[in-house]
């Protein structure tokens, strides 16, 4: 396949994947065991063009809270709490880098992640049905989804958006736009940091096809764009078991179609 096409197809996966419960890392691994490999430098950066099309669609609620920080105390708690969960992910993410824990080469593992991530997606959802609707953020909340986030990324096929919704809801924020808030608000510096890390680590070292690079961020970006929205809706009136469903079939299709050592 066309090298700039299989960097288009790449975009748009990571676009449309990253912010719905089902694991952008997972597919793009999975796309890419297909299309052939691509950097670390250019997964986390298409990643960035994602979190440009979440930038998007919070820009009103991101200017409330950069606006009113001072003088509003509750808008100054939520930044606060954004913090502290991104301070949690940025420490121990950058422990578990420095540590050399690398994402794996094979799908098997991606599917297991998938299949399991599907199950305790089915399990969250049955746990925070009876509870009465809430979407305040406590520091709990925050600290765990921070938490979640450093263990997703861990695991690929987790997914960072799932971990993150899922912990808040289980830790008291039960309304899941509450949840989904947070948790999206919260990728928006977590991965603009993880791409610069990635420039300044990898950058310079050449090799990069910039061109594809770009063409794959913007196709992410305008694909996640049109994810976010869609999913900001979907969740007013639907549950999450719908996107656990399909992560166990993908997982099982996967795990019963791949060849021994895959």
Do not use: C
């Not at 979907?234 to 996107?243: A, C, D, E, M, V």
């Amino acid at each position: 396949m066309d090298s700039l096409l299989s960097a288009l197809l790449l975009g748009l996966i990571e676009g449309l994947t990253e912010f719905l419960p089902i694991s952008s890392t997972g597919h793009l691994l999975i796309a890419e065991h297909w299309l052939g490999p691509r950097s670390d430098l250019f997964n986390i950066s298409i990643q960035a063009g994602a979190i440009v099309a979440v930038t998007l669609v919070y820009r009103q609620r991101v200017w409330t809270l950069a606006s009113r920080f001072f003088n509003d105390t509750e808008q100054r708690d939520y930044v606060l709490k954004l913090i502290v969960a991104f301070a949690i992910t940025a420490v121990f993410g950058l422990a578990v880098s420095k540590a050399g824990i690398r994402l794996p080469e094979t799908v098997t593992p991606i599917a297991w992640a998938l299949l399991i991530g599907g199950v305790l997606i089915l399990l969250a959802e049955k746990l925070t049905a009876g509870r009465a609707d809430s979407t305040r953020i406590t520091w709990t909340v925050a600290i765990l989804v921070g938490v979640a986030q450093v263990v997703a990324g861990v695991f690929p096929g987790t997914s960072r958006s799932a971990a993150a919704i899922f912990v808040a809801m289980l830790a008291g924020a039960s309304n899941r736009a509450a949840a989904t808030e947070f948790a999206f608000l919260l990728g928006i510096p977590t991965m603009f940091a993880a791409t610069s890390y990635a420039l300044i680590r990898d950058g310079g070292q050449g090799g990069e096809a910039w061109s594809e690079l770009a063409a794959a961020f913007v196709a992410a970006t305008v694909a996640g764009f049109a994810a976010v929205r869609w999913l900001l809706g979907y969740i007013k009136t639907h549950r999450f078991t719908g996107f656990a469903w399909y992560r166990i079939g993908l997982g099982a299709a996967l795990l019963l179609g791949l060849p021994a050592g895959a």
